[in-house]
């Protein structure tokens, strides 16, 4: 896929998931920021993807906070010029049954995992409108289609971020670029190492290929909706669960 000398942007890019994403464009030549809340790791992964010919910058940056995102876009500019992808990976759970669940609860997940995106995506298509060029990839998840008794903050803002793909999709066609959603199943990392034993054996039953996912199943689903050669597919939910929602 030719993807070498974009640039992009990744957050949440410091384990899991979005390292994973971060680590696969970086090898396929893009040149990245990587953001997370936690500095010194988003310079530890930067450091360790950097090449002499792939630039890649580690930031700080709390998705949810406008004026840290527009810092880092910002930077972007100033170091790549353009933006040619943005994936809206970052994302966490604050999980609870309803009764007990804290209005505290609700708001920072709904805060970090949509309003992130809507913050990161009105910056993003200010340059790929521009340049008349541009991927955003959102990490949705298997929650927003099957609901997860104890999510139901994290479920609904996965959902949103659903609705908002398919309208960002359709404002933006005009400007040939794409908007599409991975929806990981049941990944292992550290958002579902928590889990006790017996859930995570229940779940694994209702996976028809009988395997949780790995990081790099989702990366290279990313990677695929980031490249030029998916230039046809907007709007679209890519579900990377091994069959356990079709
Ligand atoms: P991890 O908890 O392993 O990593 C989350 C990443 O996001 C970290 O880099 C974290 O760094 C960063 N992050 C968290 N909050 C913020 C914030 N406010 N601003 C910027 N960065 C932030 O999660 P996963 O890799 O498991 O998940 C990645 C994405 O995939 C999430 O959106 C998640 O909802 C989704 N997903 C995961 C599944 C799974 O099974 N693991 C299944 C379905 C979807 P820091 O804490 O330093 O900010």
Redesign the pocket.
């Known amino acids: 896929m030719t993807l070498k000398g974009q640039c992009g942007i990744v957050?949440?890019?410091?384990?899991?998931?979005?390292?994973a994403i971060a680590q696969r464009l970086a090898q396929r030549g893009v040149n990245l920021v990587v953001?997370?809340?936690?500095l010194p790791?988003a310079q530890e992964v930067a450091a360790s993807l950097s090449t002499p010919d792939v630039r890649v910058f580690g930031m700080k940056?709390?998705?949810?906070n406008a004026g840290e995102v527009e810092q880092v876009f910002e930077f972007a500019r100033e170091k790549f010029g353009r933006i040619d992808i943005l994936v809206n990976?970052?994302?966490?759970?604050k999980d609870g049954l309803l009764m007990r669940m804290q209005e505290d609860a609700w708001d920072t997940v709904i805060d970090?995992?949509l309003k992130?995106v809507f913050l990161c995506s009105r910056e993003a298509i200010r340059d790929m409108a521009k340049q008349r060029y541009g991927r955003i990839i959102n990490?949705?998840?298997?929650?927003a289609f099957m609901g997860n008794p104890g999510q139901a903050n994290?479920s609904a803002s996965?959902a949103g971020i659903v609705g908002f793909t398919k309208t960002v999709a359709r404002e933006y066609a005009s400007r040939n670029i794409t908007v599409n959603a991975v929806?990981?199943?049941?990944?292992e990392?550290?958002?579902?190492d928590v889990l006790p034993q017996h859930i995570k054996e229940e779940m694994k039953k209702m996976i028809p290929l009988g395997r949780f996912?790995t990081?790099d199943d989702v990366a290279e689903a990313v990677v695929f909706l980031a490249s030029p050669e998916a230039g046809y597919i907007t709007g679209h939910v890519l579900h990377v669960n091994g069959g356990m929602y079709m």
């Open positions: 957050t949440g890019g410091t384990r899991g998931i979005g390292k953001a997370a809340r936690t790791a940056l709390d998705v949810s990976n970052a994302g966490i759970t970090i995992n992130g990490i949705t998840s298997v929650a994290y996965k929806a990981p199943g049941f990944i990392t550290a958002m579902t996912g990081v």
